[in-house]
């Protein structure tokens, strides 16, 4: 069974689902063409009465739905509100800009006249990740359903409940059956989908290994494709840092969503004259967080999302130290039921260990000493990954020179990797290809149509 809920709060199974029948594959695949049919002939403003009201929906439900997700993942339940929140905020973005994103686009030929048009291309694939269980749906929903097409979406094999209430939003805002649908399907099935003629574009996010497979796979049916994959962020400190502005960054950087989080603080480079001070206020913050129950609001240290998700993370750090890399703090599971590991910072992790290349997703922070800028520019970018990044600095002039200097998709000054609504986010290298989010968003998979008027003589 691909689709189980497990409470990692305790490693309790809650419930599991069947992947989906050849016939309710059918099914399912031919209601999202039936519904592109008439879905694309409808005008931004019918849209977007349904896309607005799924938002607004998800506001007013934010605890339930909370509550779904801090159950099958961990997330604590703040965040887990805030994140509903968010969700609701991007279903409404895009209900209300989708039509000026779109808008036909005037171009200037020496002859006639021409213009751009954006028009739906048809049923596209969203292969999604748990560790926003909602924002990653309202990522593709907003802008695609907005621009016209219809979506069939494999969510993550451990947040079955999260992946039927936004189904279940969808249709309770009014949305016709075959505008979003939920496939409860395998790995093998997922090819099956990409290979179907009635798909015609697949976006999905997740690692770098679920990106490669999925990204070939729409590559041999020369199908578009979109991958916003794994990253290693630098978190870059300055000698002229305001450490006191900074630490509570570095440390919500590393440990929102208990460090499960493509866009995490990972790897903290930091000039050697203020390496000594960072590093010791950086581990006092992190021994202080107290693992506890997610649903207490009180809780500062979650679970992991599951009991695989830590042991595949405790082998690391082993493997990490046992190639030379020193454990300064953590490393352990904590002695408690559930998925629970301790906040862990690793040094002196040199580029021949396997860790200098690798994602570490959860509470592990890898710290680099570095005598200056320009070697924290160049350890920044001894990288595989180009997702994002953050540079802290009192001069802004100057962190703006750093982060224009650092190969990723994203950098932040003074701030961490966050993604908001209006801003396209999206990376470079092993990090994928593609933007969410923001105009760049909703352009992803249209038609763009040159129309053209010239009266130009007949030929002969
Ligand atoms: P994952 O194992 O790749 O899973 C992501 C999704 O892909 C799940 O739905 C998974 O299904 C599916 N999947 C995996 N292998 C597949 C295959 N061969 N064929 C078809 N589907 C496949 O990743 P994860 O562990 O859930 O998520 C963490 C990763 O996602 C991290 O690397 C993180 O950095 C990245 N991420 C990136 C972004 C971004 O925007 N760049 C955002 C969030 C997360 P199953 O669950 O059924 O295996």
Redesign the pocket.
């Known amino acids: 069974m691909?689709?189980q809920s497990f409470n990692p709060f305790d490693g309790k199974l809650i419930k599991g689902f069947s992947d989906i029948s050849a016939t309710e594959y059918e099914q399912k695949l031919s209601q999202a063409q039936t519904c592109f049919e008439t879905w694309r002939h409808t005008t931004y403003a019918e849209r977007a009465v349904i896309i607005a009201k799924a938002g607004k929906l998800l506001h007013e439900r934010a605890d339930e739905f909370a509550r779904i997700m801090t159950m099958e993942m961990g997330k604590r339940i703040g965040e887990a509100r805030a994140e509903v929140e968010f969700s609701s905020r991007i279903l409404a973005y895009y209900a209300k800009n989708a039509e000026r994103f779109l808008a036909p686009v005037r171009l200037d030929p020496v002859v006639g006249e021409a213009h751009m048009e954006s028009s739906p291309i048809g049923v596209i694939f969203g292969?999604?990740?748990?560790?926003?269980p909602y924002y990653?749906l309202a990522?593709v929903a907003g802008p695609h359903l907005m621009a016209g097409n219809t979506l069939v979406v494999?969510?993550?094999?451990?947040v079955p409940q999260c992946a039927l209430a936004f189904e279940k939003l969808l249709l309770d805002a009014g949305a016709p059956v075959g505008l979003y649908t939920n496939l409860f399907i395998?790995?093998?099935q997922?090819?099956q989908v990409v290979d179907d003629p009635r798909i015609k574009g697949v976006c999905?996010?997740?690692?770098?290994?679920?990106?490669q497979?999925?990204a070939a796979r729409a590559g041999k049916n020369l199908k578009i494709s979109s991958m916003?994959?794994?990253?290693s962020d630098a978190f870059i400190v300055l000698e002229d840092a305001d450490l006191e502005h900074t630490i509570p960054w570095a440390v919500w950087g590393r440990m929102y969503n208990t460090g499960?989080?493509?866009?995490a603080a990972k790897r903290f480079i930091v000039v050697d004259s203020v390496a000594d001070a960072f590093l010791s206020k950086f581990q006092a913050a992190l021994e202080a967080l107290v693992a506890g129950d997610p649903m207490d609001e009180k809780t500062t240290l979650g679970p992991l999302s599951s009991e695989a998700?830590l042991v595949q993370l405790l082998k690391q750090v082993d493997d990490a130290v046992a190639k030379g890399a020193t454990l300064l703090m953590g490393g352990k599971r904590i002695s408690r039921p559930g998925s629970y590991m301790q906040p862990s910072i690793l040094t002196d992790i040199k580029p021949d260990n396997p860790a200098f290349r690798d994602?570490f997703?959860g509470p592990v922070a890898m710290f680099f000493r570095v005598k200056d800028e320009a070697a924290a520019i160049a350890l920044a970018n001894d990288s595989d990954f180009g997702?994002g990044g953050s540079v802290w600095t009192k001069d802004v002039a100057r962190g703006k020179r750093v982060a224009s200097k650092v190969d990723t998709g994203m950098m932040f000054i003074n701030n961490i990797d966050w993604s908001d609504p209006e801003l396209p986010?999206?990376?470079i290298k092993n990090?994928?290809y593609g933007r969410?989010l923001g105009d760049m968003g909703i352009q992803e998979f249209v038609n763009k149509k040159l129309v053209r008027v010239a009266s130009m003589r007949a030929p002969g």
């Open positions: 691909t689709y292969v999604e990740p748990w560790n926003f990653q990522r494999k969510h993550a094999g451990i395998s790995h093998e997922s090819e999905l996010t997740g690692s770098v290994a679920a990106g497979s999925i916003e994959l794994g990253g499960q989080t493509c866009c998700a994602e997703f997702l986010f999206g990376g990090s994928g969410e």
